[in-house]
């Protein structure tokens, strides 16, 4: 009895601490590989988003390998999911994912869950960089993408 009661109180800290490492509910537990982890971890550290070239010279930065890294290993799902993050940049790349892979559903719903979001962040996109709001940035983005492709959501 003593052991069970060790085994299942040990397997709610871990779980407890997998959502607190997510920054989700725990009733929205998501299951990512250890690569998965350390990319969402490292970006959010980072703290910031970098388009693929930054800068005069054109360089592609550490943190826009991490997202690129993490976007071909995930699926819209798992991106989902990180469009709930409590970072900033990871919630702005799982949202730029989405819209590379045209979901526009998706994309919209990513934006609803954060249209309210006015956690700011730096990005740079080649040699142009500011601070932007999640939800502001998310808007305007997702704007700008159904535009682009002529579409129209009803």
């Given at each position: 009895m003593t052991c069970k009661l060790i085994l299942l109180t040990l397997v709610l800290i871990i779980f407890g601490n997998i959502d607190k490492a997510n920054g989700q509910k725990s009733s929205q537990l998501h299951y990512f590989t250890a690569i998965q982890d350390t990319l969402v971890s490292q970006i959010a550290r980072d703290?910031?988003?970098?388009?693929?070239?930054v800068s005069r010279a054109a360089y592609t930065s550490e943190?826009?390998?991490?997202?690129?890294?993490?976007?071909?290993?995930?699926?819209?799902?798992?991106?989902?999911?990180?469009a709930?993050?409590?970072?900033?940049?990871?919630?702005v790349y799982a949202f730029i994912s989405l819209?590379?892979?045209?979901?526009?559903?998706?994309?919209?719903?990513?934006?609803?869950?954060?249209?309210?979001?006015r956690t700011a962040f730096y990005h740079l996109f080649g040699c142009i960089g500011g601070?932007?709001?999640?939800?502001?940035?998310?808007?305007?983005?997702?704007?700008i993408s159904l535009k682009n492709n002529d579409i129209t959501l009803d």
């Open positions: 703290g910031t988003v970098k388009g693929q070239h943190q826009y390998i991490r997202f690129d890294s993490l976007r071909r290993i995930s699926s819209v799902e798992d991106m989902m999911f990180l709930n993050h409590k970072s900033a940049a990871v919630k819209l590379d892979s045209k979901d526009w559903e998706k994309a919209l719903q990513a934006l609803q869950l954060n249209y309210k979001d601070i932007h709001t999640v939800g502001y940035f998310m808007g305007i983005n997702l704007k």
